[in-house]
Nanobody
Framework: VQLQASGGGLVQAGDSLRLSCAAS????????LGWFRQAPGKEREFVAA????????ESADSVKGRFTISRDNTKKTAYLQMNSLKPEDTAVYLC????????????????????WGQGTQVTVSS
């Protein structure tokens, strides 16, 4: 499966953005999806994940209550709605997919994902 992330940009603190991750080339409904982010000089960090059906989600403590992951299997697209953005949210955001039936506690590790999109830059100014 190929993944294409989009929707990033330059915003002010407190603003919102919605990232999209469009998939092609595979059976989208077979894949659990995750969003990760990486800031300059920092390790890749888990942001949020969603199961194949979309029935279960998980998010990092740092974004809980502000970010929401969702998916539309008919459109082969996943989303990350980001509200109340903070300067510390500045990073390249990457979407990833793995073919698994496992539920959300097993979806938080980047090295478990087989497919990655190219990333989209999110910059939050103070």
């Amino acid at each position: 499966v190929q993944l294409q992330a989009s929707g990033g940009g330059l915003v002010q603190a407190g603003d919102s953005l919605r990232l999209s991750c469009a998939a092609s080339g595979g059976d989208f409904s077979r894949f659990a999806l995750g969003w990760f982010r990486q800031a300059p000089g920092k390790e890749r960090e888990f942001v949020a994940a969603i199961t194949r059906s979309g029935g279960s989600t998980e998010s990092a403590d740092s974004v809980k209550g502000r970010f929401t992951i969702s998916r539309d299997n008919t459109k082969k697209t996943a989303y990350l709605q980001m509200n109340s953005l903070k300067p510390e949210d500045t990073a390249v955001y990457l979407c990833a997919a793995r073919s698994t039936i496992l539920t959300v506690p097993a979806l938080v590790r980047a090295h478990d994902y087989s497919y990655w999109g190219q990333g989209t830059q999110v910059t939050v100014s103070s």
